[in-house]
């Protein structure tokens, strides 16, 4: 199958990035790329032929100040946004070590809106990447398919290193199979606060984490880039809705 070579902007909550390097985008392709300087939030937006030229935008952040002792957890968010096709893949790709507790999927119902679906059981967890798949998500009318990951981080992670992650997705069209990895979306290790270092996972004990805060994600789900203005337009109307 045919291959090629895409400049994708890279959109942080403070600037702009240009990648040189290309990111490579076509059906079984696996995007190989230079990344961006670590940021809690990355979007790329781009548009190509099999696409008719209308844009399509895959973005990760991290849930929370972005930091995470070892043996804690931390929460990502990927959404896939665009101009009406449908998604029957949006893709995870964590830390190594890393190891998921939890798979959550959001995504535009014809009834119901906009609804929080557990896939912890379903998800397909192969290395360092963590898959949900459906029969096809619309992104019509403004639909947002998003994918709430937490992992536990491993207990002799290092403090002070920034472990990079990366997102990707298929849209149902002609070289539609995107993958960045790694994208820039980083977490910071840090030392165990008095609580953690006294008493373990909080999660052991039965309280939760602090990292996960999935309600904070809520705010941002149905803006595609996060904090960035919503650069896609042109929605294509009369899509069939969710068939998975």
Same mark, same amino acid.
């Given at each position: 199958?045919?291959?090629?070579?895409?400049?994708? *902007? /890279?959109?942080?909550? #403070? +600037?702009? %990035?240009?990648?040189?390097? &290309?990111? @490579?985008?076509?059906? =079984?392709?696996?995007? $190989?790329?230079?990344?961006?300087?670590?940021?809690?939030?990355?979007?790329?937006?781009?548009?190509?032929?099999?696409?008719?030229?209308?844009?399509?935008?895959?973005?990760?952040?991290?849930?929370?100040?972005?930091?995470?002792?070892?043996?804690?957890?931390?929460?990502?968010?990927?959404?896939?946004?665009?101009?009406?096709?449908?998604?029957?893949?949006?893709?995870?790709?964590?830390?190594?070590?890393?190891?998921?507790?939890?798979?959550?999927?959001?995504?535009?119902?014809?009834?119901?809106?906009?609804?929080?679906?557990?896939?912890?059981?379903? *998800? /397909?967890?192969?290395? #360092? +990447?963590? %898959?949900?798949?459906?029969? &096809?998500? @619309?992104?019509?009318? =403004?639909?947002?398919? $998003?994918?709430?990951?937490?992992?536990?981080?491993?207990?002799?992670?290092?403090?002070?290193?920034?472990?990079?992650?990366?997102?990707g997705t298929n849209?149902?069209?002609?070289?539609?199979?995107?993958?960045?990895?790694?994208?820039?979306?980083?977490?910071?290790?840090?030392?165990?606060?008095?609580?953690?270092?006294?008493?373990?996972?909080?999660?052991?004990?039965?309280?939760?984490?602090?990292?996960?805060?999935?309600?904070?994600?809520?705010?941002?789900?149905?803006?595609?880039?996060?904090?960035?203005?919503?650069?896609?337009?042109?929605?294509?109307?009369?899509?069939i809705g969710n068939?998975?």
């Amino acid at each position: 199958m045919s291959r090629r070579s895409l400049r994708h *902007a /890279v959109a942080t909550t #403070t +600037s702009l %990035v240009l990648l040189a390097a &290309g990111v @490579t985008v076509g059906l =079984g392709a696996s995007v $190989a790329q230079a990344a961006p300087a670590c940021a809690l939030s990355q979007s790329v937006t781009d548009d190509w032929a099999g696409s008719w030229g209308l844009p399509y935008t895959v973005s990760k952040e991290v849930v929370g100040d972005g930091t995470v002792a070892p043996g804690q957890t931390v929460t990502y968010l990927t959404k896939v946004s665009g101009s009406g096709a449908l998604v029957n893949q949006i893709r995870d790709f964590h830390p190594a070590g890393f190891q998921l507790v939890k798979a959550r999927l959001n995504v535009k119902w014809l009834i119901g809106n906009q609804q929080w679906e557990d896939v912890t059981g379903t *998800a /397909v967890v192969n290395g #360092t +990447s963590v %898959v949900a798949k459906g029969g &096809g998500w @619309t992104t019509a009318g =403004g639909g947002v398919i $998003a994918l709430e990951t937490t992992y536990k981080v491993p207990d002799n992670a290092t403090v002070g290193s920034k472990l990079d992650s990366g997102a990707g997705t298929n849209i149902v069209l002609a070289a539609g199979d995107w993958n960045i990895n790694p994208m820039g979306v980083c977490v910071t290790i840090r030392q165990p606060n008095p609580v953690e270092a006294g008493a373990g996972s909080l999660e052991d004990m039965g309280f939760g984490s602090v990292n996960t805060g999935s309600g904070q994600v809520f705010g941002s789900l149905t803006d595609p880039q996060g904090s960035m203005t919503n650069v896609i337009g042109g929605v294509l109307g009369n899509v069939i809705g969710n068939l998975s």
